[in-house]
């Protein structure tokens, strides 16, 4: 028998990453409640599935918002940027909820058609392990993410070098670093989220990040 208490959310992954750096992922979605369910490249559609997370990774490739490689673009994998930016958009046909980490929120605003920042000095900072809260953001209270917040701010990871430009026609920005870095995108309809930090590695120390996985479990119980 189903458990419809139990949504199945879909993780997309890539074997060039290896299958042990998802796995923090799928414990974040399956301490909320759900059963987490690993997508490889080549994944056609989000059949049977009621949610979407679009995690942390590679690269973006800049050709697809139109743009030149800079120098200091790092490791792309167009083959997981088809897919993925593929199960985005089936999501979107669905009316499917999306959470986006890192990459992932890059990745939903490229899809959309906004650009990105190739490189940003000082964001990567994971010498100081995955967890370490390298900087301070402020977030729209009235947005999902501050309704998992609670508040106005919070104390974020930071284990990029890329992000959002340009914000895409149909997401508004809801949290913004201290240089101005955008740290939260959702849509207007509430079922895309997405976040430039990894709150995967804070739920066990942070109560806002494992609401932010609790809320999202919850959108997809309730599709």
């Not at 942390?56 to 993925?84: F, R, S």
């Not at 920005?173 to 709150?199: F, K, M, N, R, Y």
């Amino acid at each position: 028998m189903v458990d419809r208490n139990r949504p199945k959310i879909g993780v997309t992954t890539s074997p060039k990453r290896g299958d042990d750096y998802y796995l923090t992922y799928g414990r974040a979605v399956e301490a909320a409640g759900a059963e987490a369910v690993y997508l490889p490249p080549g994944t056609r559609t989000l059949d049977h599935l009621d949610g979407l997370l679009l995690p942390g990774g590679w690269d973006v490739d800049p050709a697809l918002y139109g743009e030149k490689p800079d120098a200091k673009l790092g490791d792309i994998d167009p083959e997981l940027d088809e897919t993925e930016i593929r199960l985005f958009k089936d999501a979107r046909q669905k009316q499917i909820p999306v959470l986006g980490i890192c990459r992932g929120q890059q990745v939903i605003n490229v899809a959309m058609g906004g650009t990105l920042l190739q490189h940003l000095e000082g964001h990567e900072v994971r010498a100081y392990g995955r967890s370490h809260l390298a900087h301070r953001a402020s977030v729209d209270p009235a947005s999902e993410l501050g309704r998992a917040v609670e508040g106005r701010e919070i104390q974020v990871n930071s284990l990029h070098h890329q992000a959002v430009r340009s914000v895409a026609l149909g997401l508004r920005q809801t949290a913004t670093g201290e240089d101005g870095t955008v740290e939260g995108l959702e849509s207007d309809d509430g079922l895309i989220v997405a976040v430039q930090c990894h709150p995967e590695e804070l739920t066990a120390d942070l109560p806002w990040a494992s609401k932010l996985f609790e809320r999202f479990v919850a959108r997809a119980r309730r599709r």
